[in-house]
């Protein structure tokens, strides 16, 4: 299955929720993208003593999960992505939703 996920918090348990699910999908097999939006692209500054969410991100994307993150929303916050969350576009959020079997927001 190709499950999109959707990602516009910034709050760090609910971040690590997000790459936890992603990673326990590639261990069953899936196909799973993720995709940064708004605040979620704050998501790499969002580690704390109980939530480790770049720990989270480092797995997802070492065990075959696709980062992508708003280039403008980058921007706004005058960043320019990085290996893990490299610029991408509403085209592909759009060909990340049309192209998943399921899709799930956190």
Same mark, same amino acid.
């Given at each position: !299955?190709? %499950? =999109? %996920?959707?990602? +516009?918090? $910034?709050?760090?348990?609910? *971040?690590?929720?997000?790459?936890?699910?992603? $990673?326990?999908?590639?261990?069953?097999?899936?196909?799973? =993208?993720?995709?940064?939006?708004? &605040?979620? *692209?704050?998501?790499?500054?969002? @580690?704390? $003593? !109980?939530? $480790? *969410?770049?720990?989270?991100?480092? /797995?997802? *994307?070492?065990? =075959? =999960? &696709?980062?992508?993150?708003?280039?403008?929303?980058? /921007?706004?916050?005058?960043?320019?992505?990085?290996?893990?969350?490299?610029?991408?576009?509403? &085209? @592909?959020? +759009?060909?990340?939703?049309?192209?998943? @079997? &399921?899709?799930?927001?956190?």
């Amino acid at each position: !299955m190709k %499950i =999109g %996920i959707v990602s +516009y918090a $910034n709050d760090p348990e609910t *971040v690590w929720n997000a790459f936890r699910f992603g $990673n326990f999908a590639l261990t069953e097999g899936d196909e799973v =993208g993720i995709f940064l939006l708004a &605040k979620g *692209v704050e998501c790499e500054h969002l @580690d704390t $003593n !109980m939530f $480790n *969410v770049t720990e989270e991100m480092q /797995k997802f *994307v070492d065990s =075959g =999960g &696709k980062i992508l993150a708003c280039g403008m929303c980058l /921007k706004i916050r005058q960043s320019g992505g990085s290996h893990m969350c490299p610029l991408s576009t509403m &085209k @592909d959020m +759009y060909d990340l939703i049309t192209k998943s @079997d &399921k899709v799930v927001t956190f």
